[in-house]
């Protein structure tokens, strides 16, 4: 029998919450350790300020959300939750003129973008996306998770949810096992440079967005990409689309303007969406608009720069 979570709200902000559009992007593909769901409720396993958490989100009505959570972490998970369910995301500025964009809108006018406030939990998996296939960075978080992390406060056992090492864990794992998961020397050096100034960096949460991601980039192997990927989930940064992207770019001006275009072209269609581009990346990725796939599927990178 699952002990009592050590905190509990319910959270209902008087509009509907689309739970899993929000949330999805923070399930690092199939079989993320750190991601569960049981029967309709998510749960998350979270390495918070405050220690290990297991956060569990059931959602009674479209808006009402039900939090519960455990573990050393759980009144920072709890705290926290509003935020990452989308509270400090404001779109009344996001006023598409694009007739796709519009009617994307009026589709998905709760959408709101997460703010996870955990920014070395976030970066660390982003890294090991560098330069690879999807399926190969996931494949590598999943083992390392699994081998080094620890099970999940409450219901993890059940479950077989973890929670991921904490800063130190990570730099314990020795060279060997990142290649046997399948990460190369410059992925993993870029991890042990991050976590080396893991409390500078997790500081960005509290700076202005854009200080918060020249800290990010200060860090040897940290790129443009990098930082959008973890600016949109850790600060819930509207506008960090994703530059340097492999599909992105060419998704992105293919539904905009029919012809498939590089970074520089993506920019430009977003200019008058500045300080939304993320929202539209997101409009666009959850529409499935993106260009048409001809022939065989290829193991290509999910980007290119960092």
């Not at 919450?17 to 593909?29: D, Q, Y």
């Not at 959408?111 to 890294?127: A, F, H, K, M, T």
């Not at 800063?167 to 992925?187: K, M, T």
Request: hydrophobic content about 40%; overall charge positive; proline content about 9%.
């Amino acid at each position: 029998m699952t002990e009592s979570p050590a905190a509990e709200v319910t959270y209902a902000p008087g509009r509907v919450v689309p739970l899993r559009a929000i949330i999805g992007p923070m399930r690092r593909g199939p079989g993320d350790p750190t991601f569960a769901a049981d029967g309709s409720a998510i749960l998350l396993g979270q390495r918070t300020p405050e220690g290990p958490a297991t956060l569990r989100i059931d959602q009674p009505a479209a808006e009402v959300v039900h939090l519960r959570a455990w573990g050393p972490g759980a009144g920072w998970s709890i705290r926290q939750a509003p935020a990452l369910l989308g509270d400090r995301d404001d779109p009344s500025g996001f006023a598409p003129s694009h007739p796709l964009l519009r009617r994307l809108h009026h589709e998905h006018p709760h959408d709101r973008v997460p703010r996870s406030g955990l920014v070395v939990p976030e970066l660390v998996p982003v890294i090991l996306e560098q330069r690879v296939t999807g399926a190969q960075a996931f494949a590598a978080y999943r083992r390392l998770v699994r081998t080094y992390g620890e099970v999940a406060p409450g219901p993890g056992a059940t479950l077989r949810l973890m929670v991921a090492p904490t800063v130190e864990g990570w730099r314990q794992i020795p060279s060997w096992e990142w290649l046997r998961a399948g990460v190369d020397a410059q992925r993993s050096d870029t991890v042990m440079r991050a976590l080396r100034v893991a409390h500078r960096l997790d500081e960005c949460v509290d700076l202005p967005l854009a200080d918060a991601h020249r800290r990010l980039r200060a860090v040897p192997g940290i790129g443009a990409w990098t930082v959008a990927e973890v600016a949109q989930r850790a600060l819930g940064d509207a506008d960090a689309v994703s530059v340097g992207d492999y599909h992105v770019a060419k998704n992105i001006t293919y539904a905009l303007e029919g012809t498939v275009g590089d970074d520089a072209r993506m920019l430009e269609l977003l200019r008058p969406y500045a300080g939304h581009r993320f929202r539209v990346q997101r409009l666009i990725g959850r529409s499935g608009r993106g260009r048409p796939r001809r022939g065989p599927r290829l193991s290509l990178p999910t980007h290119l720069p960092a």
